[in-house]
């Protein structure tokens, strides 16, 4: 019995003994889970005491303290809003500008550092002005009597309803006279930087503003571009201030090309006469237009329609100009009246348009067929204009036109 007992107490002792070495085991072979069990309570632990010291202690500041946060978060404030591009001056500032008019970059055509326009009717001249204007500013020469004020001579024109072998005869026909008497060297116009086929305009233009200084941007047309409601005010002036932020962060200067109304085609052009919503005429600071004479479509008009930066004055001040067979237009004596007679009579289509009607009237064919017969061909004017080509002129004896008297 005692044996058996003894036997018994051996076994449990024994049990006993595997069973510790078993736990001591275990919590060796996974000592490294084991330590990070304890050293993750540890951190709970801290943690969660942490939390609770936050919640019961009350967060005291000194006013001095909390002025100066304050501060710091309102500087970081200006900060942010700087280098989104916002200029922020005080009244003191902005007197001691040294400034005394707004600079144009071509002098009453193109404003610098803001949007402004050009409209006219269909094939009044836009591109061409357009480009003359352009290629002023690259070179650097007066355009039209008027002073350019360029300080990188980069310009940037993104073309939407021209493709690049229009744009390059219209550069020939413009340029190679003055090439060819090298009155300016062709590497001037490297400057001059074309865009063709670009789907997202703004972003193009973005991108392309942070790698090079451009003096002038040309967008033609703005129809083209704003692919929202050009009829909706809120849209329009959406738009156009992606537009104006541009010129105030880069310094730029950027002029759509716009049409006018089919309605104001043969009226005096005001800004009722641009196509969309007044917002885009709102957004713009200085626009000019193309007038065409009725007579003539080569003689036009170029005025001021809108502008924030010039005197009234100035803004009645207009330009007749006549666009040649190179593209390019010509300054016409301003003190004179447009006469579509006279302003003509240095060109050869002026004189075989008169030709034309002095012959057909010693023919004996009457004013009205002979205007009938100019319409159908690439003539345009009217019974008046035909009238009064007779009374001044003639054919001599070798059939020249000669003024009468």
Known sequence: MNNLINTNEQKTKAISQLANEDKTKVKTENSNDYLGEQILDQVIYKEENQEQEIEVTPCIFEAGVEQDVEKALFDQFIQEQIENGAELLNAKDLINMQVQEYPFLIEDLIPKR???????????????LAYQLCEAVVSGKDCLGKKVNPSSNNVLFIPTEEGN?????????????????????????????F?????????????????????LIVIDCYGDVNLGDNNSVSDTRKFMNLYHKL???????????????KASSNTQLT???????????DKTRHVIGLEANKEDPRHVVLKTIKSNLMSFED????????????????????SKQINPIATKQSTIRNEEKIRIVLEQKKLGISQQDIVSKLKDGRYKTSQSAVSKMIKEYQLDENNFVVKRG
């Not at 072998?165 to 340029?175: F, H, R, S, V």
């Open 114 to 128: 803001c949007i402004s326009a050009i409209v006219a009717p269909s094939e009044a001249g836009k591109s061409s």
């Open 165 to 193: 072998i229009q744009a390059a005869l219209k550069l020939k026909k413009q340029l190679n006279e003055q090439l060819e008497r090298k009155e300016v060297s062709i590497d001037v116009f490297e400057s001059f930087q």
């Open 195 to 215: 865009a063709f086929n670009i789907e997202d305009v703004y972003y193009f233009i973005s991108e392309f503003l942070t790698y090079r200084e451009f003096d």
């Open 271 to 281: 800004k009722n006469s641009i196509i969309g919503s007044t917002g885009f005429v």
């Open 247 to 261: 010129t105030q962060t880069y310094n730029t200067s950027i002029v759509f090309l716009h049409h006018i109304n």
């Open 315 to 334: 803004k009645k001040k207009h330009i007749n100009l006549y666009l040649n067979d190179n593209l390019k237009f010509e300054l016409v004596d301003s």
